[in-house]
């Protein structure tokens, strides 16, 4: 996992599928945070950071993540603050953010734990919140979900539901 996170964090600034994801998802952070620049965003699974500076700009942003060296790359790169911990066990309190993010996490996640951390990112989204959660697995398969505390539309399958309950409730 090291030398992954290693080659992750020597792509990150080049590398052209980074480029395209920062030009896919800037917009979308955008149009979530409706202007504003005051807002409590977090990352769930930041590996090294690198998104971190993608929210920077809507508010005061956070990352977690369950590897030791990710972190390390983003403390070197004065990305904080970060922490150690779980998508399925987020040590944050309920309603704490605007803003969630997880990128390229789910997909690697079996799918019990996944519903375990689609679970805790509704928990620490507060009412009327934003989330940006791209994944090709799971809840169902193939789409991405976007939630609006109080909404959910999915696109892929067509599947989703609109609902104050969270994520497929």
Known sequence: MDRLLEATFRAERDHFWFRGFRRFVSPLLAQASQ???DLRLIDCGCGTGNNLRLLQ???QAFGFDLTKSGLAYARGSGLEPVAQASVAAIPFPSAAFDIVTSFDVLICLPEPVERAALGEM???LKPG???RTPRTSGLPR???EVHARGAVSVD???SGSATDGGPGA
């Open 129 to 131: 919140g934003s989330s």
């Open 35 to 37: 202007g504003r620049s």
């Open 122 to 124: 509704w928990r620490v």
């Open 57 to 59: 700009p809507y508010g």
């Open 142 to 144: 193939g789409a991405v």
């Open 156 to 158: 892929g399958d067509g």
